[in-house]
């Protein structure tokens, strides 16, 4: 079972500001990559598949990078409506697997 | 737009079965490019995978190592939804448990999501 590894734990930011995110998977998993954010009380969302391909609806300061075992999710400007807990997801090899998560916080 | 709309009771008894649908609008559980699955989410495990069901001439499953002995997802195509079973659970059984489709690897829509605690 691949293992992913979300880093931080934590991303503490202020309004406006950049948030970086970081997913490292325990072997290759290609480009074969999802990223989801979650709200309280509400399921995981979609934001990004195929590692850097944005899915329906999902503003452009979303995006994400990286392919083999190193990716990163990106949010260039953070909205209010941003924080929240972000997880990455990969679909290369059964089971696909869940990082823990980054909880992004207002700094 | 595809949704997913969850049903089924929050408690469940310890050594119970834990059962929960899933219906479907906006797509078919029979699909030819759809899979169809259950995730269940707690502080301990993390977001975890259960299994799916899919169409592909004929019906396939797969399951978690974790739940394999204790799970089974069956389609409905009369009501278009399908549904988990978890028998003899346990209080680490409890989570809240979604349903969710597929036609490639990344899990899009999602259900709302119920909590199922397993408890006396």
């Known amino acids: 079972e691949i293992m992913m590894t979300q880093s931080p734990a934590t991303l503490s930011v202020s309004p406006g500001e950049r948030g970086t995110l970081s997913c490292r998977a325990s072997?290759?998993?290609?480009?074969?990559l999802a990223w989801y954010q979650q709200k309280p009380g509400q399921a995981p969302r979609l934001l990004i598949y195929?590692?850097?391909t944005r899915a329906t609806g999902i503003p452009a300061r979303f995006s994400g990078s990286g392919s083999g075992t190193d990716f990163t999710l990106t949010i260039s400007s953070l909205q209010s409506e941003d924080f929240a807990v972000y997880y990455c997801?990969?679909?290369?090899?059964?089971?696909?697997?869940f990082g823990q998560g980054t909880k992004v916080e207002i700094k | 737009q595809v949704q997913l709309q969850q049903s089924g009771p929050g408690l469940v008894k310890p050594s119970q079965t834990l059962s929960l649908t899933c219906a479907i609008s906006?797509?078919?559980?029979?699909?030819?490019?759809?899979?169809w699955h259950w995730i269940r989410q707690s502080p301990s495990r993390g977001l975890e995978w259960l299994g799916r069901?899919?169409?592909?001439?004929?019906?396939?499953?797969d399951y978690a190592i974790s739940v394999k002995s204790r799970i089974t997802i069956n389609p409905d195509t009369s009501k278009n939804q399908f549904s988990l079973q978890l028998n003899s659970v346990t209080p680490e059984d409890t989570a809240v448990y979604y349903c969710?489709?597929?036609?490639?690897?990344?899990?899009?829509?999602w259900g709302q999501g119920t909590l199922v605690t397993v408890s006396s």
């Open positions: 969710a489709g597929t036609t490639r690897g990344w899990f899009d829509p």
């Open positions: 906006g797509d078919s559980v029979s699909s030819n490019s759809a899979a």
């Open positions: 069901t899919y169409y592909r001439s004929k019906w396939y499953n």
């Open positions: 072997q290759s998993v290609s480009s074969n």
């Open positions: 195929d590692a850097s």
């Open positions: 997801q990969q679909y290369n090899n059964w089971p696909w697997t």
